[in-house]
Every structure is written in C-alpha cells, then in structure tokens.
C-alpha cells in the first residue's frame, strides 16, 4: 500500500484536458516538492514535472503540475493517443527517510 | 546526457542474493551531482524505490528492504551495484537503475531500460 494515494485509473478524450491526483501527508508532500513520471511497461521511465510544477527541457507544454497542501496534480491538456500511460508522483518522506511513489494512475485515450 | 546499463541474471533462486550491476556513461559516478538509485516495478503493479547512494558512500534505503539491501558504488569502474538477499518470488520485478540529481529530492533525471528479474527454483 502506497503512502502516496493516486486514482487508479482516469481517462479522456483526444484533445480533452485530464487531472491525476496524489495525496500524502505532511511528512512527504506537505515538507517536500513533488516530481512526476510517464511509464510505459517495456521502456524507461520519463520525468514529467519536478519541484512541483517545473518541466524539464522537450517535456511539451501540455504537462503541468501543481500543489498545495499535503496533495499534487499532473495536468495534461490537449490529450493525445500516446500519452496512454502509467503515471507516478514521487516526493521525499522525512519519516521514512526515504523516497515515495505514488500506486500510479493508467491512462487511457478512449 | 548520462547513460545507464543494468546487468546480472535474470533468474535467482528462491532464498538467494539478486545481484544488480549498473554501469554509467556521461558522468562520474564520484561527482555529487547525482545520487545513484535502484528502483523496481514488479508486473501488475506501480514503481517502488529501493534505495541511493551518494558519492561519498552514504545510503538511503527503502525502510521495508532495508534489512535485505546493500547499494555499493565502485567509481574506478565507473558503475554501482545492487545486492537484495534472501530473495522471494515477490522481489520478481524489472530493475531499473537510474541518477537523481543532488540538488533536488526526488529528481530522476537519467533512467536504465530496465533488467527483468525472477526469482524461482
């Protein structure tokens, strides 16, 4: 069981606008900023977001994170078919020490 | 750009040592610019963190491996290894190695492609 609680699932539309949530605690989110990855089972994982809300250089614009509190989002506009994917959050927890993922949420482009 | 390569078996008997080789291209495993990270996801579930190493030898682990993991760098080879005893079928997983840079928590720059490992008689 995951400290980091994500949707299981979500989906969306080509062209539609969809949110992943992650919640924690103040241990890890509320003390700690959040970073997001893209997996596809078989390749690398990619990061999406870190430090909350910043995306790292050819990470299109289309992806953007958020946070308040002890939760995240990962927002994708303009969805396209190959975003079809499992995403993580990520954060720090300074009880455990130790880094976090999220259970991670599929995507699906219907 | 910095690359990884993860090696070793792809099969470990129940109760024995997986033993995980990550060799690095594009940085020195003796800077402090990353922290080397372990990291498995196994099928049908989400990515769990196993544990880093910094550059002076220091570790952070995952508290519920801790007891089984050692995360060693060997920076004259330029690479760092992973070594998870007492394996069970639920240690079946891909491994994949990666760096996260120092200068943030949790930033996984640079990832391996990721090594299958099963455990099984």
């Known amino acids: 069981q995951s400290v980091l609680t994500q949707p299981p699932s979500a989906s969306g539309t080509p062209g539609q606008r969809v949110t992943i949530s992650c919640s924690g605690s103040?241990?890890?989110?509320?003390?700690?900023?959040v970073s997001w990855y893209r997996h596809l089972p078989g390749t690398a994982p990619k990061l999406l977001i870190y430090?909350?809300?910043q995306r790292p250089s050819g990470v299109p614009d289309r992806f953007s994170g958020s946070k308040s509190g002890t939760s995240a989002s990962l927002a994708i506009s303009g969805l396209q078919s190959e975003d079809e994917a499992d995403y993580f959050c990520?954060?720090?927890?300074?009880?455990?020490?130790?880094?976090?993922f999220g259970g991670g949420t599929k995507l699906t482009v219907l | 750009q910095v690359h990884l390569q993860e090696s070793g078996p792809g099969l470990v008997k129940p109760s024995q040592t997986l033993s995980l080789t990550c060799t690095v291209s594009?940085?020195?495993?003796?800077?402090?610019?990353?922290?080397w990270t372990w990291i498995r996801r196994p099928a049908g579930k989400g990515l769990e963190w196993i544990g880093r190493?910094?550059?002076?030898?220091?570790?952070n682990y995952n508290p519920s491996l801790k007891s089984r993991v050692i995360i060693s760098v060997d920076t004259f080879n330029n690479q760092f290894s992973l070594r998870l005893n007492s394996v069970t079928a639920a240690d079946t997983a891909v491994y994949y190695c990666?760096?996260?840079?120092?200068?943030?928590?949790?930033?996984?720059?640079?990832w391996g492609q990721g090594t299958l490992v099963t455990v099984s008689s």
């Open positions: 990666a760096s996260a840079d120092s200068g943030y928590y949790v930033k996984i720059d640079y």
């Open positions: 190493i910094y550059a002076s030898g220091s570790t």
């Open positions: 103040r241990y890890d989110i509320g003390s700690n900023t």
């Open positions: 430090v909350d809300n």
């Open positions: 990520s954060t720090w927890d300074d009880s455990l020490n130790g880094a976090l």
């Open positions: 594009g940085a020195s495993t003796s800077s402090g610019d990353y922290y």
